[in-house]
């Protein structure tokens, strides 16, 4: 079938992107679904920085590459062996789990380890392409592709949710709720009412915040842009700061999550982890990116330092229970979206990401 999406060109070009454009808006041709698979048509789509550093070049990915791995929309057909039924909403998540790797007997901790050689290869879960344009591939994005008004996925990634659950909730379940949400009741695990502390509310910042706000947790609110803070605070931090204002008050927190991606912020969170608490990182920073901490502090004080990849998550497991909170008014998802685009705009959304300014921008497709 002939579908429209979004193709990065090139990685690596010059900001603004609204200017250099390295994604093109135009159609491809998409084949049915096989084997355990589903075609899916698109309803929502989220801009997250997993998308933003493939085209930066922080995240190498083969092109052409359809981006997009947050999203949630409706089966319209499905192959051979799917037990999912033809109308069912369904959530995306970026990372298939095979359920038979070593990776995946870690219930969460490790990722799959055949999904994450299918989403570096821009493959799906089965070593398919079902994407085409002008008789040449254009490789999947983490599994999903979803900047698109149609995608074929792997039954193994997408997690099925009801009628009630708006596209715009499902979509962000599936990238900033898991991943961020699913560090702290997955990788951090606090005490009840202990102080957590959340440094860089972008998407999954803001996703744990509200996750540990939902939870009873008191939350410290770390971000250099003013307007993230005062939104925190709408959303339930007891405290905000920027990152100098943490730093030169002490400020310190027994839990303290680190979703910037950036090794400063790294420093800083583990800097501001109380004796005998936990440092969990979420953020994803170059490759070629260091920081420098203490060993001895580690020791001294009864450290641990935790790394959380899509918040350590089982999705068939943890976004049932976000969604729980969700329609108990606990976890208010709905208040993550900061703006609606149009596909068409994808290149200026990809510069209001790169600016900070946007916490989670969605892409309708009606």
Request: aromatic share 2%.
């Amino acid at each position: 079938m002939l579908i429209t999406g979004a193709v990065l060109e090139e990685i690596g070009r010059p900001r603004p992107y609204s200017e250099s454009r390295p994604i093109t808006v135009g159609e491809l041709d998409l084949d049915g679904p096989g084997s355990g698979e589903i075609l899916v048509k698109i309803e929502a789509a989220g801009l997250c920085h997993s998308d933003l550093s493939v085209v930066d070049g922080n995240r190498r990915r083969p092109v052409p590459l359809l981006l997009g791995h947050e999203a949630a929309g409706i089966i319209v057909e499905r192959g051979a062996g799917v037990d999912l039924r033809i109308g069912q909403r369904v959530v995306m998540t970026f990372l298939p789990r095979c359920g038979e790797c070593a990776g995946c007997a870690t219930d969460g901790r490790l990722p799959c380890e055949r999904g994450t050689a299918a989403n570096g290869a821009g493959e799906l879960l089965g070593g398919t392409r079902r994407l085409q344009r002008n008789g040449e591939a254009v490789n999947h994005h983490l599994g999903v592709s979803a900047f698109a008004t149609h995608a074929v996925v792997s039954r193994r990634s997408v997690v099925t949710v009801d009628d009630d659950v708006p596209p715009e909730v499902a979509a962000v379940l599936g990238c900033a709720v898991l991943t961020g949400g699913g560090a702290v009741i997955n990788a951090a695990k606090p005490a009840p009412a202990q102080t957590i502390m959340v440094i860089g509310l972008g998407g999954v910042g803001m996703a744990a915040l509200m996750v540990a706000v939902a939870l009873g947790h008191p939350v410290i609110g770390v971000d250099a842009i003013a307007a993230k803070l005062e939104r925190a605070l709408e959303l339930g931090a007891s405290r905000v700061y920027s990152p100098a204002e943490a730093s030169e008050a002490g400020v310190t927190a027994g839990i303290v999550i680190e979703a910037a991606g950036h090794p400063r912020a790294f420093e800083l969170a583990v800097a501001a982890t109380a004796p005998g608490g936990t440092t969990v990182t979420v953020g994803l920073p170059n490759p070629s990116a260091t920081s420098t901490i203490s060993p001895l502090t580690l020791v001294a004080e009864a450290r641990t330092i935790v790394g959380s990849y899509l918040g350590s998550a089982v999705p068939e497991r943890d976004i049932p229970l976000f969604v729980k909170l969700w329609r108990e008014g606990r976890l208010p998802v709905e208040e993550l979206v900061s703006s609606r685009i149009a596909l068409a705009d994808i290149n200026a959304g990809m510069d209001a990401l790169a600016d900070g300014t946007a916490v989670r921008q969605i892409i309708r497709f009606e």
